[in-house]
């Protein structure tokens, strides 16, 4: 069966606009995803001290949205500094977190753990080797 002319015009109009759509969209969501790295900076700071304070990740929602194995385990974080250096990649800042970490047994251990951290849309922390 042939198609009209006009269905094969609407078809071609439909895909332009789905691509125009597409297209555009990404220009947006590139911007809409800028980093702002003192926020960043401040998020990865504040994870930790609700970690420190004995709260759960969860009760960091919606402001921060995160995810750190070790705290999930029941880990105690007996101190932490988030190290001066950081690396952005434009959409998130890679920041490394010196820290002393309990074990439920109550071994201590340091670390130095690398973390990406997000502002945008929503803020995130998230190790970067989990």
């Known amino acids: 069966m042939k ?3 006009i269905a094969n015009n609407l078809r ?8 125009n759509g597409t297209l555009t969209g990404c220009g947006r ?3 809409s995803l800028s980093l702002n790295q003192p926020k960043a900076r ?6 930790h001290a609700a970690w420190q304070n004995g709260k759960k990740v ?4 919606p402001k921060i949205i995160g995810r750190d194995s070790d705290w999930e385990t029941g880990q105690t ?3 932490f500094e988030v190290l001066p250096e950081g690396r ?13 970490v309990k074990d439920t047994q109550g071994k201590e251990t340091q ?3 690398a973390f990406v951290v997000g502002t945008s849309p929503v803020v995130t922390v998230f190790r970067s080797d989990e």
Request: aromatic share 6%; hydrophobic share 40%.
């Open 77 to 79: 974080l007996v101190s």
């Open 42 to 47: 401040e998020a990865c700071n504040e994870f």
């Open 58 to 61: 969860s009760d960091l929602k």
């Open 111 to 113: 670390q130095e753990v």
């Open 88 to 100: 952005s990649d434009g959409t998130n800042l890679h920041l490394t977190v010196r820290r002393t």
């Open 12 to 19: 071609w109009l439909f895909v332009l606009l789905l691509l």
């Open 3 to 5: 198609s009209s002319p």
């Open 29 to 31: 969501t590139a911007r």
